[in-house]
C-alpha cells in the first residue's frame, strides 16, 4: 500500500466518523417520530375505550330502567290493580267472603311487596357490579328465571382471581345482557345454559341456547347491531368472541378475554 | 501583533455571548455554569495563542484548560443522566480521567500535553452521549427533539467528540494532508468540529431560553 493509498483510506476513514455521528442523531429523531406516533395511538385507543365504557355504563342503566318500567306495569301495576278491585269488592255484611277477599289482598299485597323488593334489587345496579362479575350474573339470571320463560344453568367455574378488573367485568356484563336480549326476541329458546371460568390470565364466558338459531354466514347488516357490538366490544378489551349457529339448532357464543 | 481572531476563538466567543444571553436566568445551575466554562474556555485559547506566539511552549495552558473540560463535562452529564436515575457510568469515567491524568502528568511533567487523557476524555464523552441517547429512545416519555436543549447540547458534543477521536488516532497522517500549500487537512478538520460544536450548543441554549420562557407563559 503506497503513501497515498494510505492517505486515501485515512481520509475514508475520518470522513466515516464524522459521517457517524449525524447518522446515530438522525435514527435517534426518526425514533423519536416513531414514539410520539405510538404514543398518540395509545392515547387515542385509551380514549376510544373510556367512551365505549361510558356508553356501556349507560347502556346498563338504560337497561336497567326499561326492565323497572315493563316490571312496574305487567307485573307490580297488575297486582296492586287486582288488590284494589278485590278490596272494593269486600262485602263487609257477608264476614265469611270478605275474610277470604281480604286474605286474597294480603297476599296480593305481600306478592307486590316481594315484586319491589326486587326491583330495589336492581336498581343498585353498580353495587350489584361492585360485588363481583359472578354475583352480577347471578341476580341478572334470578330475574330472567322469574319469568317463568327458561331453564336457565349458571356455572361459574374455577376460583375468582383476587384482583379483578372492574372495567372488564363491566363490559363483559353488558355483553351478557345483550346476548340475553337477542335470546329472548329472537332465540325463541327454552333453555340457556351459562358458564363463566377463570383460566390463567383470562376470563371465559360461554352462553348458549336451544332456540331456533340463526345463519351465520348471513350479511353483516342482516346480522343485527347486537353482534356487531359484541364483537366491537370484545376486541376494545382484547379478547376474542366466537358465535356457533344453525338454523334450529341453537346459539353458542363464547367469549374470551385477557384478564385482569 | 497576534491575530486573535481565528475561526475557534470567534466561534467560542459568540457561543460565550449567546450562554450568557439564554442561560444567565436559567433555573438549573449546571446550565448556568456553561457561561463560566465558555469564558474558561475562550481565555485558555487566547492564553495559549498569546504564548505561542512568544514561542514558548503553550501546552500547559491546554493541559490546564483539560481539567475544566473534563470537569463540565462530566457534571453536565451527570446532570443528564440525574434524570434517569443513571448516574453510576459517570463516576466510573470521572475516576478513569482523573487516575490517567495524574499518570500522565507524573510520568512526562506539566510541559507536554496530556493526549492520552484527552482520547479518553473523548471516548468518555462518545459513550456518554451514545448512552444518554438510548435512555432518551428508552423513556416512555415524549420529548420534542427540537426544542430540547439538552438533545442539541449532547449532539454537539457528540459530534465534536466523536470527529476528534478519529482526528486524534490518525493526527500524524491526517497533517501530512494539505488541501493548499499552507492549510493542513487536520486544522480544517479541527476547526469545522468547533463550529458544528459550538453552532449546536448555541443552539441549545436558544431551546432553553425558549422553553424556559414558553413554560413561563
Same mark, same amino acid.
Given at each position: 500500500m503506497d503513501a497515498n493509498e494510505i492517505k486515501s483510506l485515512i481520509l475514508i476513514i475520518t470522513l466515516i466518523f464524522l459521517i457517524a455521528p449525524a447518522s446515530i442523531i438522525l435514527y435517534v429523531a426518526i425514533y423519536n417520530r416513531r414514539k410520539k406516533r405510538h404514543i398518540e395511538e395509545k392515547e387515542q385507543m385509551k380514549s376510544a375505550f373510556d367512551t365505549e365504557l361510558i356508553k356501556t355504563q349507560l347502556e346498563i342503566q338504560e337497561q336497567t330502567m326499561q326492565t323497572i318500567g315493563a316490571d312496574l306495569h305487567d307485573n307490580i301495576g297488575q297486582l296492586l290493580s287486582l288488590t284494589s278491585l278485590t278490596l272494593n269488592s269486600v262485602?263487609?255484611? !257477608?264476614k265469611d267472603k270478605a275474610q277470604q277477599k281480604i286474605d286474597a289482598a294480603i297476599d296480593l299485597t305481600l306478592r307486590s311487596i316481594k315484586e319491589m323488593r326486587l326491583l330495589g334489587k336492581l336498581l343498585q345496579g353498580d353495587q350489584l357490579m361492585a360485588q363481583g362479575l359472578p354475583e352480577a350474573i347471578k341476580h341478572e339470571v334470578n330475574w330472567l328465571e322469574k319469568s317463568g320463560q327458561y331453564i336457565i344453568t349458571y356455572i361459574c367455574g374455577t376460583e375468582i382471581p383476587e384482583n379483578n378488573n372492574p372495567n372488564k367485568d363491566l363490559i363483559l356484563f353488558r355483553i351478557l345482557q345483550e346476548v340475553l336480549n337477542n335470546i329472548i326476541k &329472537?332465540? @325463541?329458546?327454552?333453555k340457556i345454559n351459562i358458564k363463566l371460568a377463570y383460566p390463567e390470565k383470562a376470563i371465559s364466558l360461554q352462553i348458549d341456547d336451544n332456540g331456533i338459531g340463526f345463519d351465520i354466514d348471513m350479511p353483516t347488516g342482516q346480522k343485527g347491531m347486537g353482534l356487531q357490538n359484541i364483537s366491537k366490544r370484545v376486541a376494545i378489551v382484547g379478547g376474542e368472541v366466537s358465535i356457533t349457529s344453525q338454523q334450529g339448532q341453537g346459539t353458542v357464543i363464547l367469549i374470551f378475554i385477557p384478564y385482569p | 501583533m497576534q491575530n486573535y481572531f481565528t475561526v475557534s476563538i470567534t466561534i467560542e466567543a459568540i457561543c460565550l455571548i449567546f450562554s450568557i444571553i439564554?442561560?444567565? !436566568?436559567?433555573?438549573?445551575n449546571v446550565w448556568r455554569s456553561l457561561i463560566l466554562y465558555l469564558l474558561i474556555t475562550c481565555i485558555a485559547e487566547c492564553t495559549g495563542l498569546f504564548v505561542s506566539g512568544m &514561542? &514558548?511552549? !503553550?501546552?500547559w495552558v491546554y493541559n490546564i484548560f483539560l481539567v475544566f473540560e473534563g470537569g463540565f463535562s462530566h457534571l453536565m452529564f451527570a446532570y443528564l443522566f440525574r434524570k434517569f436515575n443513571s448516574n453510576k457510568p459517570i463516576f466510573i469515567g470521572l475516576v478513569a480521567f482523573l487516575l490517567t491524568y495524574t499518570y500522565e502528568i507524573f510520568n &512526562?511533567? +506539566? +510541559? @507536554?500535553?496530556n493526549n492520552l487523557t484527552y482520547t479518553i476524555l473523548s471516548i468518555e464523552i462518545v459513550l456518554y452521549s451514545l448512552y444518554f441517547y438510548y435512555l432518551l429512545l428508552k423513556d416512555n416519555q415524549y420529548i420534542d427533539l427540537k426544542y430540547s436543549g439538552e438533545f442539541w447540547w449532547v449532539g454537539g458534543a457528540l459530534f465534536f467528540y466523536f470527529g476528534n477521536t478519529a482526528c486524534n488516532i490518525f493526527d500524524d497522517k491526517l497533517y501530512s %494532508?494539505? %488541501?493548499?500549500?499552507?492549510?493542513h487537512l487536520s486544522y480544517l478538520i479541527f476547526k469545522a468540529l468547533n463550529v458544528i460544536l459550538y453552532s449546536c450548543w448555541c443552539y441549545s441554549f436558544i431551546c432553553k431560553k425558549w422553553m424556559r420562557t414558553r413554560s413561563r407563559v
Open positions: 262485602d263487609v255484611d !257477608n &329472537h332465540a @325463541r329458546a327454552t | 439564554c442561560l444567565a !436566568n436559567d433555573k438549573s &514561542h &514558548h511552549n !503553550n501546552h &512526562h511533567g +506539566f +510541559f @507536554r500535553y %494532508i494539505m %488541501i493548499t500549500d499552507k492549510q
